[in-house]
């Protein structure tokens, strides 16, 4: 089945800087890439995703990459702010697979 | 528009006691799943039914059992709890397509002793 590999498990930014969270994954079928945010005490909600047709999708300080052939892709933040901290679950999941598979998630912290 | 609700929110229960988490959604949705999720360990999928009258195991299902209700309705159930299944379960929900979003509940923190 599909495996999911996600980097790192803690980042720490100041207010302003930028975050890369890294995932692979393992399936060449996999073609949906979603990134989901979960503030405490609440359930996982989607913040951005990609499809295996596109590299790249912005949408205001959020942006992922996709690179398929390395297996990989990444959520960028950039210009972070205090209400960013959050844990971040990347997931994949391939057409009529049913279910996705997610990564352990990244604590990310942004220190005022 | 209340999404995906669970019920109930926290829940003590002693080993061997048996309960049931309820889980509703009102988007109309065909697929819907049950995770746990540990510190450290990300989200892990229990079972899942990918639309009305069928259900199918995750990753970790010893211990549960399902019951997919109607389409609105997806069950958990503990026949005999254990410490080990102390957790934060989440329900979720999804579209026809597997590109579609899933949109999770608020979640239930479950304790075992």
């Known amino acids: 089945g599909e495996n999911v590999e996600q980097h790192p498990s803690t980042l720490s930014v100041q207010e302003g800087d930028s975050a890369v969270i890294k995932c692979t994954y393992s399936?060449?079928?996999?073609?949906?890439f979603p990134w989901y945010k979960q503030e405490l005490g609440k359930g996982p909600q989607l913040i951005i995703d990609?499809?295996?047709?596109?590299g790249e999708k912005k949408d205001q300080r959020i942006a992922v990459t996709l690179n398929k052939t390395a297996k990989h892709f990444s959520l960028h933040i950039t210009e972070t702010q205090p209400e960013d901290s959050a844990v971040y679950f990347c997931a994949a999941s391939f057409t009529n697979a049913g279910k996705s598979t997610f990564g352990d998630g990244t604590t990310l912290t942004v220190k005022p | 528009n209340a999404g995906v609700t669970q019920t109930p929110k926290f829940q003590v229960l002693k080993t061997g006691q048996s309960m049931t988490l309820q889980c509703a959604q009102d988007?109309?949705?065909?697929?819907m799943y049950w995770y746990r999720q540990d510190p450290g360990m990300g989200l892990r999928l229990i079972y899942y039914s990918a639309s009305e009258g069928t259900t199918d195991k995750g990753e970790v299902p010893n211990g549960y059992n399902v019951s997919r209700l109607n389409k609105r309705e997806f069950s958990l159930r503990l026949e005999s709890a254990a410490p080990s299944q102390t957790s934060v379960y989440f329900c979720?929900?999804?579209?026809?397509?597997?590109?579609?979003?899933?949109?999770f509940g608020p979640g239930t923190r479950l304790t075992v002793l």
């Open positions: 990609i499809r295996s047709n596109v």
């Open positions: 988007m109309n949705h065909n697929s």
């Open positions: 399936d060449s079928a996999s073609n949906y």
């Open positions: 979720a929900s999804r579209g026809a397509q597997s590109t579609d979003t899933q949109y």
